[in-house]
C-alpha cells in the first residue's frame, strides 16, 4: 500500500515497496491551476524536464534512426545529480503521449529503452526507470500525478536513495507548476 511521506503547497507524495526495485516506488499529485494542454505542453517540451525534474543534471531530446520517433512517441535522456561519493545516473526513455478523448486526460508512460545510444563515461545506465504522468481535468484546472519506480544500477545505500525519494515527486510536480505562467505554454490554452 502507498504511505503518505511528504506534503507541501498542496502537494503530496507517497511511497511504497516495489518487487522490481530495492528502492521505494513514489507518485505525487498537486492541482495546476492551468488547463490540461497548457500541464501537457510543459512535458512535451523535453528541455523544461531540466527546469522542474529534482536533481537533474540535463534532458534532451533524442532522435536516432534506430528509435521509431513520432508525434505521440518521443526520446528523452535524462541525467541525474546523486550526491557524493555516487555516480551520476541517467536512462534512456522511450515517452508515449495518448488522450482520452472522452474525459480529455492525457497520460505519458515513459520507460526505459534497453541501449547504450547517448552513454556518457563516469555515468550510470539505470537499468529500469518507468514513469507514469496524469493530467486529469478538474475545475481549478489540472489534476497532476507523476509516478515513478526506478532502478539506480551501481552500489548505492538504499536507505539514502529511499530518502531522497520522498523529496522527488513533490518537488518534481511543484517544478511543473512554476512554469505553467511562461507565455510559451499559454499559449496552449
Same mark, same amino acid.
Given at each position: 500500500?502507498?504511505?503518505?511521506? /511528504?506534503?507541501?503547497?498542496?502537494?503530496?507524495?507517497? $511511497?511504497?515497496?516495489?518487487?522490481?526495485?530495492? =528502492?521505494? +516506488?513514489?507518485?505525487? &499529485?498537486?492541482? @495546476?491551476?492551468?488547463? #490540461?494542454?497548457? =500541464?501537457?505542453?510543459?512535458?512535451?517540451?523535453?528541455?523544461?524536464?531540466?527546469?522542474?525534474?529534482?536533481?537533474?543534471?540535463?534532458?534532451?531530446?533524442?532522435?536516432?534512426?534506430?528509435?521509431? $520517433?513520432?508525434?505521440? &512517441?518521443?526520446?528523452?535522456?535524462?541525467?541525474?545529480?546523486?550526491?557524493?561519493?555516487?555516480?551520476?545516473? !541517467?536512462?534512456?526513455?522511450?515517452? !508515449?503521449?495518448? =488522450? /482520452?478523448?472522452?474525459?480529455? +486526460?492525457?497520460?505519458? #508512460?515513459?520507460?526505459?529503452?534497453?541501449?547504450? *545510444?547517448?552513454?556518457? %563515461?563516469? #555515468?550510470?545506465?539505470?537499468?529500469?526507470?518507468?514513469? *507514469?504522468?496524469?493530467?486529469? %481535468? #478538474?475545475? +481549478?484546472?489540472?489534476?497532476? &500525478?507523476?509516478?515513478? @519506480?526506478?532502478?539506480?544500477?551501481?552500489?548505492?545505500?538504499?536507505?539514502?536513495? /529511499?530518502? *531522497?525519494?520522498?523529496?522527488?515527486?513533490?518537488?518534481?510536480?511543484?517544478?511543473?507548476?512554476?512554469?505553467?505562467?511562461? %507565455?510559451?505554454?499559454?499559449?496552449?490554452?
Amino acid at each position: 500500500p502507498w504511505k503518505k511521506v /511528504n506534503e507541501k503547497d498542496g502537494a503530496i507524495e507517497w $511511497t511504497r515497496t516495489n518487487s522490481r526495485s530495492s =528502492v521505494d +516506488e513514489y507518485k505525487a &499529485t498537486c492541482i @495546476v491551476k492551468a488547463p #490540461v494542454p497548457v =500541464v501537457e505542453s510543459i512535458l512535451r517540451d523535453f528541455s523544461a524536464w531540466k527546469k522542474f525534474m529534482f536533481m537533474t543534471k540535463s534532458t534532451e531530446q533524442v532522435i536516432d534512426p534506430s528509435l521509431k $520517433t513520432t508525434a505521440d &512517441t518521443r526520446y528523452i535522456l535524462i541525467q541525474q545529480t546523486f550526491p557524493w561519493p555516487m555516480s551520476n545516473r !541517467d536512462g534512456l526513455l522511450k515517452c !508515449d503521449f495518448s =488522450v /482520452n478523448k472522452a474525459t480529455g +486526460e492525457v497520460r505519458i #508512460v515513459c520507460r526505459d529503452v534497453d541501449t547504450t *545510444l547517448k552513454s556518457t %563515461p563516469g #555515468v550510470i545506465r539505470m537499468p529500469l526507470t518507468d514513469m *507514469l504522468w496524469v493530467l486529469k %481535468p #478538474v475545475p +481549478e484546472g489540472t489534476e497532476l &500525478t507523476y509516478q515513478a @519506480v526506478a532502478v539506480p544500477g551501481g552500489d548505492v545505500p538504499t536507505a539514502a536513495i /529511499n530518502f *531522497l525519494l520522498k523529496r522527488i515527486g513533490v518537488s518534481t510536480v511543484l517544478g511543473v507548476r512554476k512554469l505553467i505562467d511562461d %507565455p510559451k505554454y499559454q499559449s496552449k490554452t
